[in-house]
């Protein structure tokens, strides 16, 4: 896109999330969905499509694009960016980098309007962050496959229409071999959804169990036409995904540094503003310096990976550090809150429960420590 016209989208949803979404968190929080107003405002502005190709009806956004836009998703409610982020994310993605011509156009434009959501369904009970303990099973019979299994913590899962289902096609092979992945669509005989979980955090964002009891998809289901294509496909989404995170937790972080200088700005101890407390001041230069490194960091890793460069060890680094940043940040904001920090109806307590999944989905720190040291070990012959 052109940078005047880019700057254009990035200036209207700067607007549309501080004058609409940010007044309307209480009530998310409350009522655990997001409003039908704002999620109808966010596809008229094309929010559902901004990473998949104009080509489709989406805006084409390159990763530097993507990664600015979601540090201004990243300002409110994790809910909201939640609720468009497979469409463009894990489970677009999936479409864009392996689908056939015909799964494209069958699917990408209903995804980039919001008419469909889609759901990455990858993680079960034994196969969360590493795949290669994954059980659902994909059998070949006449006309198409069989797929039995059950998957766990799925974004979107109650609302999607479309489901990226991760399965092994091939039950001789053990690991990250033998994966395929499938388009099934909601309405599909034997699948159901579980009741949405009871989550810590990031309420209005649902996660639930999907069941597949003998579910029969028809050949053309299987993305690109070929099998074993699965875990590079969830690698390849995950990657761009990762680096998406990173730069939700800037935008973020950059929120509750300004909640905390406001805070401190505006409650006096003592006779006098705290902010005039050194130890309050330290607090709030930490939590602007980690801001500022972590957006450093993402638009670095951004620009890396649109000229091709590295799209594996970079993205992880991000995640890791703006992950883990974002709550060392919402930590202090709640300690610079005070007891009010503690309280249901200061924004600081409720993003500090939203900030720590962060550290846990689409990999774990763990996961990511072991991706980073396995390509820098690479380099160096191990």
Known sequence: METEAF????????????????????????????????????????????????????????MTEDVQLAMELGYTTPAFR??????????GQVLVNFGTDEQKRRHLPDLAAGAKIASFALTESEAGSDPSGLRTRAVRVEGGYRITGQKRFITNADRADLFMVFARTNADTEGTKGISVFAV?????GLSVGPKDEKMGQRGAHTAEVFFD????????????VEGEGFAAAMRSLARGRLHIAAVCVGLAQ??????????????????????????????????????????MVLDAARAYDDGGDRRMTPSCAKLFCSEMVCR?????????????????????????????????EGTSEVQKVIIAKQLLRGAGR
């Open 185 to 189: 669509e909601s309405g599909a005989t």
């Open 7 to 62: 700057q254009e989208v990035l200036a209207a949803v700067r607007t549309f999330v501080r004058k609409e979404v940010v007044p309307a968190e209480d009530v998310i929080e409350q009522t655990d969905e997001i409003p039908d107003a704002i999620r109808a405002k966010a596809a008229d502005m094309g929010l559902f499509g901004f990473a998949l190709p104009e080509e489709y009806g989406g805006l084409g956004f390159s």
């Open 82 to 91: 939640s609720m468009l982020g497979t469409n463009n994310g894990i489970a």
């Open 214 to 225: 003998d579910v029969l998809v028809p050949e053309s289901a299987l993305i690109g036409g």
């Open 255 to 296: 929120r509750l540094v300004e909640e905390s200088v406001n805070h401190a700005a505006a409650s006096r101890q003592g006779g006098r503003p705290i902010a005039e407390f050194q130890q309050v001041q330290a607090m709030l230069a930490d939590s602007q310096t980690d801001a500022m490194a972590g957006r450093a």
């Open 329 to 361: 940040v919402a930590d202090r904001a709640v300690q610079i809150h005070g007891g009010m920090g503690y309280m249901r109806t200061v924004p600081v307590e409720r993003f500090y429960r939203d900030a720590r999944l962060f550290r846990l989905y």
